[in-house]
């Protein structure tokens, strides 16, 4: 991970997405200097700066500032469009898209945590994409009766503390990401939502969760565990999307 750069630096090549593909960015929120959210400031929206001046902490506003200049400066790279001009909406739930006008679209999602956010890019499907940063998940115990099934209860309360609160990590952003896929965000109650053993446990298989409510919809969907990313970024990470591309490849492009 490099530190904060104004967007100029990171906008100069496009970047060719084959179908199949989906490619994974990492990117730092650290901005020092200020000179990140100074260049990335004006490229945003009108709702986006709404958005930050939202923020109660400056380093929180400052790090939303820098996740969304850096995600239009990559989807610039993509569409081949400006990225002060890319209209970025929002779904029903509160899930960003690309708007209609795009000539050359492409589906994405991003999460952050921290000082670090990770992009997601596919030309075929929407996705979801989440990350949370180790070392925020001391307290997730206290909250699991409100995001795990009775029997995801049942199975963390026989693990030692160092193994639980890791295993809860790794649930959580598997459900948040099938749930950003899906679009709908925690309309649908988490721990309706049940993951396999192998997920909580580090094995980087893909496989589906199951939506208690819905199993014929949760069926439909391929979760991808990122174990590495606990070394690669400091966090658990996890991807979503749709069944039907068969082994989508995944292409880690690195850090912005």
Known sequence: MTDARPAPLISEHP????????????ASLNDETGDGVRGFQPLLSDIEIGRANAFRFERDRRRFVMA?????????????????????ETGRF???????????????????????????????SPLGVDFEEIGREESLPEFAEG????????????????????ALLRLW?????????????????????EVPVSVT??????????????????????IHPFPDCEERLGGSAALAMPLG????KMIWNGSL
């Open 201 to 222: 446990e580090g094995d980087s298989q893909p496989v589906s969760l199951e939506w208690i409510d819905s199993p014929e919809i949760s069926a439909r969907y391929v």
């Open 94 to 124: 509160g899930k960003p898209i690309l708007g209609s006008a795009t000539e050359r679209s492409v589906h994405f999602n991003l999460a952050h945590s921290g000082d670090k956010a990770l992009y997601a890019i596919s030309l075929d």
């Open 68 to 88: 969304r200049g850096t995600l239009r400066t990559l989807l610039s790279r993509y569409t081949g469009e400006l990225p002060e001009k890319l209209l970025i």
């Open 15 to 26: 970047i060719e997405i084959q179908t199949g593909e989906i490619h994974l960015w990492s």
């Open 245 to 248: 591309q068969h082994s989508p």
């Open 173 to 193: 952003t598997a459900k948040e990401a099938f749930l950003k896929a899906m679009g709908t965000g925690l309309q649908i109650e988490p721990r309706r939502i």
């Open 147 to 166: 995001f795990c099934s009775p029997e995801e209860l049942r199975r963390f309360e026989k693990l030692p503390w160092p193994e639980k609160t890791r």
